[in-house]
């Protein structure tokens, strides 16, 4: 079964930065499709950054439209991580973060196309 963790959430100021990590483990990472969403209180799960394989040891990312530009996502197909740092944090990110990951899948926004998922890690950005 597929293991993924996160952490490095907290509580930063707004216009903060932090960086989120996703370890996997029992999976053969660079083959994972892996996506970074986020859940606040009373809303839907909301996809927050995909990196998606493209080609034999390339890869690229895609956001959502309420990130894109502030947060960046990257994999250590080495270490079997991937990362999310986020920048220019505002009061309306805060939420639960999760990491997901699918080997059958190459693009997706939709939560539900992601067969594994990590616990959450918290976010709470302060005005």
């Known amino acids: 079964q597929v293991h993924l963790v996160e952490s490095g959430g907290g509580l930063v100021q707004a216009g903060g930065s932090l960086t989120l990590s996703c370890a996997a483990s029992r999976l053969t990472f660079s083959n994972y499709h892996i996506g970074w969403f986020r859940q606040a209180p009373g809303k839907e799960r909301e996809f927050v950054a995909g990196?998606?394989?493209?080609?034999?040891?390339?890869?690229?990312?895609y956001y959502g439209d309420l990130v894109k530009d502030r947060f960046a996502i990257s994999r250590d197909n080495a270490k079997n991580t991937v990362s999310l740092q986020m920048d220019s944090l505002k009061p309306e990110d805060t939420a639960v973060y999760y990491c997901?990951?699918?080997?059958?899948?190459?693009?997706?926004?939709?939560?539900?196309?992601?067969?594994?998922w990590g616990q959450g890690t918290r976010v709470t950005v302060s005005s």
């Open positions: 990196s998606r394989r493209i080609a034999p040891d390339a890869y690229d990312s």
């Open positions: 997901a990951a699918d080997g059958s899948i190459s693009y997706s926004r939709d939560s539900s196309a992601y067969a594994y």
